[in-house]
């Protein structure tokens, strides 16, 4: 019988992990993590390697750490000057640094002690504690269960590419877990004008010979934040929480996302590839597709492109992750759900049944548009800890 077990050990999992540690909430042996990947943050690493990340968008406080300095404090330690770890604005730091005081923190809290490789297919409550039951027949009980799913496995596949890839097309998301083979010769579009894409496209562009071609279906928005600061604190979260319908906080969330978009900095050095023949930029959306042994798009206003691979940077389907199990647990545990398929949980304790508790994107409807980020993630384990320490 454990204490605690967290479903997800990315960026919201181990974030809470890190928390119940620290704040001694939990002795590690008393604590479970259940992930389907060999190491804590997998996805993390994999998206953000995939995409030639170098920087955060977000700021240094924004880490897995309860201290809000931790990460500063890490880098003094380890003498590195401000602007070798951060850069501006907003003191935002190298994903590297970033990436090590996470090991850090995993080794210094001996957080793999905890970690179980696996998938889980059923979650059931009997009396005061629940059952988590693996795909590998493994039963897991404890008092406390966390679903931490990340959306990291839904990427969305425009209709296109489904058609492409059925007539044996080189053509890949960026975020899939299987990797196609790109060649320094093959002339590669990449899809989608986000963060994401414009960060592929770059990376790419110092890799392959041939100018890197980058699709858009809308002008580049440039922003700093994938939503807007204010939903940092209770600038904009308290008018979010005073809704108590739920269609105004989905709406509320769907207004303040900037989804698509980039920061100023990333624009800037996109239009730099641009001028030095690197990139080529295209607004427009894809009418028809053929392939011959080549790839071959029309756009809508009749223009064409023709090739040797796609990648896909567009993004994540907005359903909520982990249903194909949870489901059940909803029917039979008689859990509520809006009308979008999102837990309905306690505002201030993140509680959907008795002991079991969401973060990350099953959250948001409590936390809003900032709750699959990492500082969604330490508000959400700040909530949990100070339900359970209460």
Same mark, same amino acid.
């Given at each position: 019988?454990?204490?605690?077990?967290?479903?997800?050990?990315? &960026?919201?999992?181990?974030?809470?992990?890190?928390?119940?540690?620290?704040?001694?909430?939990?002795?590690?042996?008393?604590?479970?993590?259940?992930?389907?990947?060999?190491?804590?943050?997998?996805?993390?690493?994999?998206?953000?390697?995939?995409?030639?990340?170098?920087?955060? $968008?977000?700021? @240094?406080?924004?880490?897995?750490?309860?201290?809000?300095?931790?990460?500063?404090?890490?880098?003094?330690?380890?003498?590195?000057?401000?602007?070798?770890? /951060?850069?501006? %604005?907003?003191? =935002?730091?190298?994903?590297?640094?970033?990436?090590?005081?996470?090991?850090?923190? &995993?080794?210094?809290?001996?957080?793999?002690?905890?970690?179980?490789? !696996?998938?889980?297919?059923?979650?059931?409550?009997?009396?005061? /504690?629940?059952? &988590?039951?693996?795909?590998?027949?493994?039963?897991?009980?404890?008092?406390?269960?966390?679903?931490?799913?990340?959306?990291?496995?839904?990427?969305?596949?425009?209709?296109?590419?489904?058609?492409?890839?059925?007539?044996?097309?080189?053509?890949?998301? #960026? /975020?899939?877990?299987?990797?196609?083979?790109?060649?320094?010769?093959?002339?590669?579009?990449?899809?989608? !004008?986000?963060?994401?894409?414009?960060?592929?496209?770059?990376?790419?562009?110092?890799?392959?010979?041939?100018?890197?071609?980058?699709?858009? =279906?809308?002008?580049?928005? *440039?922003?700093?934040?994938?939503?807007?600061?204010?939903?940092?604190?209770?600038?904009?979260?308290?008018?979010?929480?005073?809704?108590?319908?739920?269609?105004?906080?989905?709406?509320? &969330?769907?207004?303040? $996302?900037?989804?698509? @978009?980039?920061?100023?900095?990333? =624009?800037?050095?996109? $239009?730099?590839?641009?001028?030095?023949?690197?990139?080529?930029?295209?607004?427009?959306?894809?009418?028809?597709?053929?392939?011959?042994?080549?790839?071959?798009?029309? /756009?809508?206003?009749?223009?064409?492109?023709?090739?040797?691979? *796609? #990648?896909?940077?567009?993004?994540? +389907? %907005?359903?909520?992750?982990?249903?194909?199990?949870?489901?059940?647990?909803?029917?039979?545990?008689?859990?509520?759900? +809006?009308?979008?398929?999102?837990?309905?949980?306690?505002?201030?304790?993140?509680?959907?049944?008795?002991?079991?508790?969401?973060?990350?994107?099953?959250?948001?409807? @409590?936390?809003?548009?900032?709750? =699959?980020?990492? @500082?969604?993630?330490?508000? !959400?384990?700040? $909530? #949990?800890?100070?339900? +359970?320490?209460?």
């Amino acid at each position: 019988m454990q204490d605690w077990v967290i479903i997800g050990g990315g &960026i919201q999992g181990i974030t809470l992990a890190s928390y119940l540690l620290a704040k001694k909430c939990v002795p590690i042996e008393q604590l479970t993590i259940i992930d389907p990947h060999e190491e804590p943050l997998a996805m993390w690493k994999h998206c953000t390697k995939k995409v030639g990340m170098s920087y955060l $968008r977000s700021p @240094s406080i924004h880490h897995l750490q309860p201290e809000p300095f931790g990460l500063e404090a890490f880098a003094k330690k380890k003498n590195l000057h401000k602007q070798q770890a /951060f850069v501006p %604005p907003y003191d =935002r730091p190298k994903l590297s640094l970033f990436n090590e005081h996470c090991e850090h923190l &995993i080794k210094d809290h001996q957080i793999k002690q905890s970690w179980v490789q !696996g998938r889980v297919n059923g979650l059931k409550k009997n009396t005061d /504690f629940w059952m &988590i039951q693996l795909e590998s027949g493994e039963v897991i009980t404890s008092r406390h269960v966390v679903l931490a799913i990340g959306v990291g496995e839904q990427p969305i596949w425009p209709d296109f590419a489904y058609s492409l890839k059925e007539e044996g097309a080189k053509i890949e998301h #960026i /975020f899939d877990q299987t990797k196609c083979i790109t060649s320094e010769e093959d002339q590669v579009l990449v899809a989608g !004008g986000g963060i994401s894409g414009v960060q592929t496209a770059l990376k790419l562009s110092s890799e392959l010979k041939n100018p890197v071609t980058l699709l858009t =279906r809308h002008p580049f928005r *440039v922003k700093q934040f994938d939503s807007h600061p204010g939903w940092l604190g209770p600038k904009y979260m308290r008018h979010f929480l005073k809704k108590k319908s739920y269609d105004q906080r989905r709406s509320l &969330i769907k207004q303040a $996302r900037n989804r698509g @978009s980039l920061p100023a900095e990333l =624009r800037t050095m996109l $239009r730099r590839a641009e001028s030095e023949g690197l990139v080529q930029s295209i607004v427009n959306e894809i009418a028809e597709t053929y392939y011959d042994g080549r790839i071959h798009l029309t /756009f809508q206003d009749g223009t064409s492109w023709y090739g040797d691979k *796609v #990648i896909l940077a567009t993004g994540f +389907h %907005p359903n909520p992750p982990g249903m194909d199990w949870l489901t059940q647990t909803i029917e039979e545990e008689h859990l509520t759900c +809006h009308t979008c398929g999102y837990p309905i949980v306690d505002d201030h304790t993140l509680e959907w049944s008795e002991n079991l508790f969401v973060l990350g994107a099953l959250a948001e409807l @409590s936390l809003g548009p900032v709750a =699959r980020n990492i @500082s969604g993630a330490r508000r !959400g384990a700040e $909530r #949990i800890i100070a339900a +359970h320490s209460g």
